[in-house]
């Protein structure tokens, strides 16, 4: 872990030139196993970020699903800039590895646990949240996730991981529609779950009709969100046959 963590440490100075960056200002916030990101927070009295690392992948994973997922968080962010809740910018500090300022807050998953309630203006701002994404033409696609949100500091809604996120506009109508219920979906389970005030009758409805979907959809798991990842992973394979080309081709598309 040490070196992992002076991997992440130079890339950092690397980027940040004017800066100083000490080991003990760096810790482990998730481990990741495989094909998964190592979590980092870096936080000093000048700077605090989040960094995700695919650099201690098994080669395969770097050379294709690591570089791939960081450009594709890379983007999200960068299109969603300016959308309060939102991590206002991004920093790619190489090909396996991205930074973003951290968010303080709680993620709505261990409010659920403790039984805490929040107000309905919270999941009004969330909607709007989500309403401003999609027409930026971003689809989150793992908003049902309720540690992917958080309760900030401010009292406000937060995003954060926005690796399974896509491009929607190049897909079938009926596809985009799929997509950005599937975000939708997503408030309103958390609303059902941590709101002081039920959903509304068409909101309700909406909930309902789009689970009744997700159980006649074709593929296994999570709508979407898997069937991308596969994708995806697909093409990362390809790509270790191919070359680069395969997978640029991926990144435009997805």
């Known amino acids: 872990m040490n070196a992992l963590k002076s991997r992440v440490l130079a890339a950092l100075a690397s980027r940040f030139a004017e800066r100083s960056f000490a080991f003990d200002k760096l810790e482990v916030m998730h481990k990741g196993r495989f094909a998964n990101a190592i979590v980092m927070r870096y936080r000093d009295d000048d700077i605090d970020l989040v960094i995700k690392d695919f650099s201690h992948c098994p080669w395969p994973v770097r050379f294709t699903a690591g ?79 309720l540690g992917n949100v958080l309760v900030g500091d401010d009292g406000k809604p937060h995003f954060i991981d926005f690796q399974s996120s896509l491009r929607y506009v190049r897909f079938p109508g009926w596809v985009q529609g799929f997509m950005r219920g599937a975000d939708l979906s997503g408030v309103y389970k958390a609303w059902k779950s941590l709101c002081e005030e039920p959903l509304s009758a068409h909101r309700e409805q909406f909930f309902d009709n789009y689970n009744l979907l997700r159980k006649r959809w074709i593929f296994k798991g999570y709508p979407l969100t898997r069937t991308a990842i596969k994708v995806r992973t697909a093409g990362a394979q390809m790509a270790l046959a191919g070359g680069e080309l395969v997978r640029n081709v991926l990144e435009r598309i997805f």
């Open 67 to 145: 570089r791939f997922f960081v450009g594709r968080e890379a983007k999200a962010l960068a299109r969603l800039q300016g959308i309060e809740g939102v991590a206002p910018q991004s920093y790619r500090l190489n090909e396996l590895m991205l930074a973003y300022p951290f968010i303080e807050g709680t993620p709505l998953r261990n409010l659920k646990k403790t039984e805490q309630r929040l107000p309905r203006q919270f999941f009004l701002e969330l909607e709007k949240m989500v309403a401003e994404m999609h027409r930026r033409g971003v689809v989150h696609l793992d908003l049902r996730n």
